[in-house]
T-cell receptor
Framework: GAVVSQHPSWVICKSGTSVKIECRSLDFQATTMFWYRQFPKQSLMLMATSNEGSKATYEQGVEKDKFLINHASLTLSTLTVTSAHPEDSSFYIC????????????FGAGTRLSVL | GQNIDQPTEMTATEGAIVQINCTYQTSGFNGLFWYQQHAGEAPTFLSYNVLDGLEEKGRFSSFLSRSKGYSYLLLKELQMKDSASYLCAVPMFSGGYNKLIFGAGTRLAVHP
């Protein structure tokens, strides 16, 4: 399967600071990547679709000014949690895939964010 | 819209067989995925069913009935390492992209 790398795997930050999470496709080009959020013992909730060279498409209820997504190249998408607060503490996961992968989504290892 | 239902928790004994069910309601159908997720880790792909029937892949098999909106994941010869959450997901084509919509997941605990 394809390889998706996500960094960092774990980050602790103070309330009010911003945190950037990177998602890279290592062995393929990804025009589209997806960002998910997962709370403990809950399933993955899609936050937004990241599109190379254009604006991200956010799901209903997700604040685009809070969760900034940049997809500047075919192998890199970033999610920046701006002015983070304790309620933003969660597990953030990216994925990539598409028709070339028979619709299979391959996931990064995830980033656990803890906001103090 | 999409609606996906699966049991919240299941327990089973090492060496046994367990079946995890998933029912779905979708506007349009483009296949059904099963993913495995260990605690604190990202999901890993298990299976993708598009046509009716059973697909076997080693100890894991996945079944689909499109007319019934039903799928199950069958795990044989259970091992302790199979303790994980199993996520049922369906793609939803929206805005030009195939997004994955996940069920709540079934937490499977395998006991000795």
């Amino acid at each position: 399967g394809a390889v998706v790398s996500q960094h960092p795997s774990w980050v602790i930050c103070k309330s009010g600071t911003s945190v950037k999470i990177e998602c890279r496709s290592l062995d393929f080009q990804a025009t589209t990547m997806f960002w998910y959020r997962q709370f403990p013992k809950q399933s993955l909730m899609l936050m937004a679709t990241s599109n190379e060279g254009s604006k991200a498409t956010y799901e209903q209820g997700v604040e685009k000014d809070k969760f900034l997504i940049n997809h500047a190249s075919l192998t890199l998408s970033t999610l920046t949690v701006t002015s983070a607060h304790p309620e933003d503490s969660s597990f953030y996961i990216c994925s990539a895939g598409g028709l070339w992968a028979k619709n299979i989504q391959y996931f990064g290892a995830g980033t656990r964010l803890s906001v103090l | 819209g999409q609606n996906i239902d699966q049991p919240t928790e299941m327990t089973a004994t090492e060496g046994a067989i367990v079946q995890i069910n998933c029912t779905y309601q979708t506007s349009g159908f483009n296949g059904l995925f099963w993913y495995q997720q260990h605690a604190g880790e990202a999901p890993t792909f298990l299976s993708y069913n598009v046509l009716d029937g059973l697909e076997e892949k080693g100890r894991f098999s996945s079944f689909l009935s499109r007319s019934k909106g039903y799928s199950y994941l069958l795990l044989k010869e259970l091992q302790m390492k199979d303790s994980a959450s199993y996520l049922c997901a369906v793609p939803m084509f929206s805005g030009g992209y195939n997004k994955l919509i996940f069920g709540a997941g079934t937490r499977l605990a395998v006991h000795p």
